[in-house]
């Protein structure tokens, strides 16, 4: 063996060495997003979280239309997991709360929504309280819910007899959490 050379199988080793080299994560764009859920200027991303789980609705009477009924919107209940797939908190409601495994945890206001596709709850921003607990969500000032896939109200029938009747739908998002510069 010419030492001079490298074997093939050595070239070999060191492309697929390379090839499965961690990289590192992009860098969070909401470029692509409609404006009214975009985080204003002077904010930065330090958290991206994916959240899956379920929507429950239920059965109510509208508000201002006595004898008609919806599905309303009764609460979330999901895992929030990092871009790794590790489950590193959880998001319920109501009030809407993201907690973090560290014991920090926000509520916060919605600001807009933003149509996200048949089939898909809205994208949203919110603008978040401060935090209980020191952690994770210590600081954050502003929460998105992206690349959204289900969630959106059952289209089974809702009327008066099923009043206070409960649907659970699967859903998934990505929140994005913000602090300020």
Known sequence: MNLKTP????VAALAAAC??????????????LPAAVQVP?????????????DITYEC??????AGQFEWIFAGPAATLNDRQGRSIGRYYGPPATWAASDGSAITGTQLAVAPA???????????????????????ISHIQ???TR?????????????????????????????KAM
């Open 7 to 10: 074997s093939l199988f050595s």
């Open 19 to 32: 090839g499965s080299a961690p990289t590192a994560p992009a860098m969070y764009s909401q470029a692509a």
């Open 41 to 53: 200027s002077g904010h930065r991303v330090v958290l991206e979280t994916v959240g899956a789980g």
């Open 60 to 65: 109510r009477e509208k508000a201002n239309a």
């Open 117 to 139: 596709g048949d089939g898909n709850i809205p994208l949203q921003l919110v603008k978040a309280n401060p935090a209980t607990g020191q952690g994770a969500m210590s600081g």
């Open 145 to 147: 819910r992206v690349a």
């Open 150 to 178: 289900g969630g959106v109200a059952p289209a089974t029938t809702c009327d008066a007899a099923g009043k206070g009747k409960r649907q659970i739908v699967k859903y998934q998002a990505d929140y994005i959490f913000w």
